[in-house]
């Protein structure tokens, strides 16, 4: 068929029109990004992440330093203009910090590419995680060691922990120390720490409340957050027993958390325990109350889970495990389970088809904001393996470009960001 004059100017103008949205039968253009940690090169690895198909295609000019040793954990400022890398750094102890650990400060341009800034310090010794509160002011990096740690001697380097809170700046990310005002000694300068139990692994902030696991003796430390001052105090007991045998993670949305449990030495049906999940729901106090009924076995096959996220619209829960007791032809080493969440009881029910492959050696795991897709970042094999989202069941199937992406060596926790204009 020959087309008129105005028909070829009007086919003109539509593929005009077209190219000027972005509009190609290969993606849907750019959503977001995704950065990786990696240790074997203290390195951070980044992502484009397109809309149509998740696939991810490497930044230019990534990976970029950490400006760090052992970076471990990275949180990213509401609004995604900044980026906050915890660098753990190397041989740091009780009373001695490690060499080129910090916080690493950097910017996001409009391609994803970051730009370092500054590096800062926390109070403590061996930074190995940290958390915005709700509206993204305030930073509360968690340190192994507090300064004035008091350790076990009966146990070696088991030590009480701390909390370093800054304030980050909305227009440069630059952090300021807050001081705890709460408990000043007689006669003496305020702290600049705020004190958790021995052997902290993790933390969250959940509503108003900063929940810190301590491994030691199985507590958790339940600060309540002042949403005007970033400052931490205790409205109830000091600390709670978790009742776990080996806590591994914390996470959870603000309804219900989740706590999960290694349970090392723990036997099920002749082999080991492949862990358990504890739900809780957040008292006013910011302790924890189990949920009735709520406690799951992990999936049957799997072991180690180190590692939780409740998606965007709170209705699942997925799980990474470490490795699985089966390492038959076809079956992933390691693996992610996966839960409906109850919204009225907050009890958890499995999701047919989990658990779900991934890399090997799991360790971290993001969403990104459309609710389409989930990244999880491998540790053995520097890799991040991304999954499409079913929004009515939560089943987990693979990009359709593929689904492994090699990141950087190590793989450590990951971070994403909408598209920064």
């Known amino acids: 068929m020959k087309l008129s004059l105005y028909g070829r100017l ?15 039968a290969c993606g849907g ?3 977001g990004y995704v950065w990786v940690l990696g240790q074997q090169y203290n390195q951070i690895a980044g992502f484009k992440v397109d809309d149509f198909t998740g696939n991810l295609t490497s930044i230019a000019g990534s990976p970029v330093s950490s400006n760090g040793t052992n970076p471990v954990m990275m949180v990213v400022k509401q609004g995604g203009r900044f980026v906050y890398v915890i660098n753990q750094g190397t041989g740091g102890g009780p009373g001695q910090k490690g060499t080129s650990s910090g ?4 910017s996001v341009g409009g391609d ?3 730009t370092y800034l500054s590096n800062y310090e926390s109070q403590g010794f061996v930074p190995m995680w940290a958390q915005f509160d709700g509206g993204g002011t305030f930073l509360y990096v968690l340190d192994k060691y507090a300064p004035d740690a008091t350790c076990d001697s009966t146990a070696g380097s088991t030590c009480n922990g701390s909390i370093t809170v800054f304030q980050s700046d909305p227009n440069t990310g630059r952090l300021t120390l807050v001081q705890n005002t709460q408990s000043i000694p007689p006669n003496s300068a305020a702290p600049t720490f705020f004190e958790v139990g021995q052997a902290p692994i993790m933390m969250k902030t959940t509503n108003s409340c900063l929940l810190t696991v301590n491994s030691a003796d199985q507590s958790l430390s339940p600060y309540s957050i002042n949403s005007s001052t ?6 109830g007991p000091k600390t709670q027993a978790l009742n776990t045998v080996s806590a591994s993670s914390i996470n959870g949305n603000g309804t219900y958390t989740y706590i999960t449990d290694t349970e090392p030495g723990v036997i099920v049906n002749g082999g080991p325990s492949p862990g ?15 949920v009735t009924g709520g406690t799951v076995q992990n999936f049957a096959g799997t072991l180690n889970p180190d590692y939780s996220l409740v998606d965007i619209s709170n209705k699942y829960l997925y799980v990474l495990n470490q490795s699985t007791t089966s390492t038959t032809v076809g079956t992933a080493f390691s693996s992610m389970s ?30 990104d904001a459309s609710s389409q897709y989930i990244y999880v970042s491998n540790h053995n ?33 990951l971070g994403f960001s909408g598209a920064v204009n």
Do not use: H
Not at 230 to 235: A, E, V, W, Y
């Open 230 to 235: 970033g400052q931490l105090s205790f409205t």
């Open 10 to 24: 009007a086919m003109a103008l539509l593929a005009s029109v077209a190219l000027g949205l972005g509009m190609t």
């Open 276 to 290: 358990r999940i504890y739900p809780f729901t957040v008292g006013t106090n910011c302790n924890l109350n189990p």
């Open 381 to 413: 094999d520097g890799t991040v393996t991304g999954k499409v989202i079913d929004p009515t069941t939560g089943n987990l199937s693979a990009l359709s470009r593929g689904s492994t992406f090699t990141a950087t060596g190590q793989a450590t926790c």
């Open 338 to 367: 996966a839960w409906t969440i109850n919204p009225t009881n907050g009890q958890l029910a499995p999701i047919a088809g989990a658990p779900f492959t991934t890399g090997s050696g799991p360790v971290c795991m993001v969403e």
């Open 29 to 31: 253009g750019t959503i």
């Open 112 to 114: 994803g590419a970051l």
């Open 103 to 106: 916080i690493s400060v950097f």
